[in-house]
């Protein structure tokens, strides 16, 4: 079972809905991230929590907003997304100190706009 | 030039075969090299880490390492049913902690 854990599994909104997603790991890891990942690419990173200091992927629209209320908690808002932003949604949790590039990703949460 | 480079398969062996997964990169400050598997609707896992040039085991798995060529693999033994899934290299530089991934490779093994 993974340690980083994602609510909910599957999501389905409308455009005009508002929704959130969670993430919380219970590893003391200083690093928390969200990744987008569309059937048969790799995983693209959205946004970077570390050290309490936020790190965007300027390419992502505005209709995402993270929120990080502690360490161990990753949020991610969604409000007036389209269709095309269905995907799955990747968190993923690492030390910054050890092994660079080693993450632990949650199950995902599979997010269908209509 | 995309910064890493794999073939999207899929890739279908049969039960007990030698399976080689492979990416090619271009950029020669990558020093940590990944491979990370995922099944079907899951989330990726780390299965094999290596640090420069050489090979490494794990059980049925051994990951290659050739910086000169700016070429890493994955050698999957008596490869499984349960081994179906996509394969994702991944690699860093020293001075990062986020991965470049390539784009994965879907592998089937049959019964």
């Known amino acids: 079972d993974t340690e980083v854990t994602q609510t909910p599994k599957h999501l389905v909104m409308g455009m005009t809905n508002k929704k959130s997603l969670k993430c919380e790991q219970h590893?003391?890891?200083?690093?928390m991230y969200w990744y987008k990942q569309k059937a048969k690419k790799p995983p693209e990173l959205m946004f970077v929590?570390?050290?309490?200091?936020?790190?965007i992927n300027e390419s992502v629209p505005s209709r995402f907003s993270p929120e990080c209320p502690n360490s161990s908690l990753l949020n991610l808002h969604l409000h007036a997304l389209q269709p095309e932003d269905s995907a799955l949604y990747l968190c993923?949790?690492?030390?910054?100190?050890?092994?660079?590039?080693?993450?632990?990703f949650g199950e995902g949460s599979r997010l269908t706009v209509l | 030039q995309k910064e890493v480079e794999q073939d999207p398969g899929p890739l279908s062996v049969p039960e007990g075969a030698i399976v080689s997964l492979n990416c090619t990169y271009s950029n020669s400050a990558f020093q940590y090299f990944m491979w990370y598997r995922q099944y079907s609707r899951k989330g990726p896992e780390l299965l094999m880490y290596?640090?420069?040039?050489g090979n490494k085991e794990d059980g049925r798995f051994t990951a290659q390492v050739d910086k000169s060529s700016k070429y890493i693999s994955l050698f999957i033994r008596d490869s499984q049913p349960s081994d179906s899934a996509t394969y994702l290299c991944?690699?860093?530089?020293?001075?990062?902690?986020?991965?470049?991934f390539g784009r994965g490779t879907s592998l089937i093994v049959h019964p």
């Open positions: 993923a949790s690492s030390q910054m100190t050890g092994s660079p590039g080693e993450l632990f």
């Open positions: 929590y570390s050290y309490e200091k936020l790190s």
């Open positions: 991944a690699l860093t530089s020293g001075g990062s902690y986020i991965p470049t």
């Open positions: 290596t640090y420069s040039s």
């Open positions: 590893m003391g890891h200083r690093a």
